[in-house]
């Protein structure tokens, strides 16, 4: 990939870079937010430990999962970074 890379202009390359750390974000927020609270509640009951915690704050986590999967896109690329702020 890198030596493919460079047959590209600076600015394409840049905008590749951007694309690919917005994928590596887009995969591990929602390994973050969704997949390591599930694991931990399903596990809970098989070691046998009893937690008493608000699951309100799980429910947003799986709710506050789509708006910041399109933040780390405005974020990232600097394209619409830059529309954002020119609004």
Excluded at 8 to 18: E, G, I, T, V
Excluded at 25 to 36: M, R, S, Y
Excluded at 55 to 60: D, K, M, S, V
């Amino acid at each position: 990939m890198y030596h493919k890379n460079n047959n590209y202009s600076p600015s394409l390359r840049k905008l590749h870079s951007q694309f690919f750390k917005t994928l590596v974000f887009q995969v591990a927020i929602p390994t973050i937010l969704l997949i390591i609270p599930v694991i931990i509640i399903t596990c809970l009951p098989l070691f046998r430990i009893q937690m008493s915690f608000p699951i309100g704050i799980l429910t947003c986590l799986f709710e506050i999962y789509p708006a910041i999967d399109s933040l780390i896109v405005m974020y990232i690329i600097k394209d619409y970074h830059k529309a954002i702020k020119g609004l």
